[in-house]
C-alpha cells in the first residue's frame, strides 16, 4: 500500500516534500542549511509531531555537519545556536524537544568519548536517521495495537492529519486505520477538512486515497451530525503532547469531536508515541499552544475569503482526559486512570528499529 514519504536525509541534504502545495503538486526541497530546516518547520512544509522530531534530528544532524567549526572546541560553541533555532519553530509538539534533546544527549556522549570532529558528524547522522528509521517500528506497534479497537464494518472518524505525512513512518492515527484496512475490516473513513489549515481535506484525503482506503470528506460543521447518526463506530486522532494525566493537545477543532463522541457514546481514541508523552507537567493547562497566523484563518490558498477584520488561530486544543477511552502507543494501550498507565508504559522497554 502507497505510504507517503515526507522526509528523507540524503547525501545532497535533508529532502522534504513540501506539504503546504499538496494535493495539487508534489514538489520537493532540500535543505542544507540548519537554518532552512527549522523555516521549513515553522512554515509547515514538514508538520505533524513526530516527523516535526524526525525534521528536528536531523536539522541538528545538517548543522553539525554542514558547520564551519574546524575544532570540536568550535563546534561544541555552535551546538547550542543550532538546537536553539530548531526549538524556536513550533511549541506544541513535544516530539520536537524529545528529538532536539536525543539529539544533544548524542553528542555529548560524543564529546565525552573525545570523538574527532569527522567522527562526531557521522555519528549524529546515524543518529538522525536512526530516529527516522524508529517512527516507522513505532507507528507499526501503534497501528497493531490500535488496530485491535477498529469496528470490523463500519464508519471511524479522524480529524486533522496523522499519517505518514505527519509521522514518517505510516502514521498514527492513519497507521491504526490502515492497519485495521490490511487485517481485512471494512472501514470507511469520515475525514473532517480540519479548518483553518485544512490537513484533513488536503492531506488525510490524499493519503487515504492514494492507499485506496475508502474515505468521505466532510465540514468541520458535520461531525455532531454524523456523530449523531448512531453509524461512526469509532474515533481516533493523533496527539501533539499528553500530559501526565492524559490531557491531551491536538488539532484545534478535536476537543468539540471528543465532547460530541461523549454524547453520542461514540469511542474516542488517541493515537501516538511515547515521544509525545510529557509526564514533566500534571495537566493540559501547563501545554503550551501555538498561535498561528490570523492570515491563514483569513485567506484560503493566498485567496483572502474574509474581510481585514481581526481573526483567531489558535492552532491546538487540549481534549480532558474524560474524553479519552484509550491511548494507543507502541508499548501497549493505556486507559484511565491515566497517570498510573502512562508511567507504566513510559517506563517499559523500548520497541527496537533495526540499527
Ligand atoms: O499543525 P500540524 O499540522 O502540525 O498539526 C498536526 C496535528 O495536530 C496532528 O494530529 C498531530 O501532530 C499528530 S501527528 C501524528
Redesign the pocket.
Known sequence: MYVAQPIEWTDEGVVMLDQRRLPAEEISHTYTDYRGVAKAIQE?VI??????GVAAAMGVAIGVLKSSATSVEALKAEFPEICDALAKT?PT?V?LFWALERMKTRFNELLQSHADLSAIRDAMILEARQVHREKLATDEAIGRFGAEYMPKDGQVMT?????AL??AGI???LGVIRVAFEQGRKIHVLVPETRP?L?GARLTAWELHRGGIPLTLITDNMVGYFLKTGKVGAIV????RIAANGDTA??IG?YQIAVLAKENNVPFYV??PIS?FDLSIPHGDHIPI?E?PAEEVTHLQGVRIAPDVHAAHP??DVTPNRYIRAIFTERGVATAPYTESLKKLAAAPAVSAAR
Open positions: 509547515m508538520r505533524g509531531a513526530p516527523a516535526i513550533r509538539a516530539d480529524q486533522c492529519n496523522a499519517g505527519a509521522t502514521g498514527t492515527a489549515y490537513q486522532t493523533g496527539a501533539d491536538n488539532k478535536t493515537a501516538a509525545t501555538e498561528r492552532a491546538f
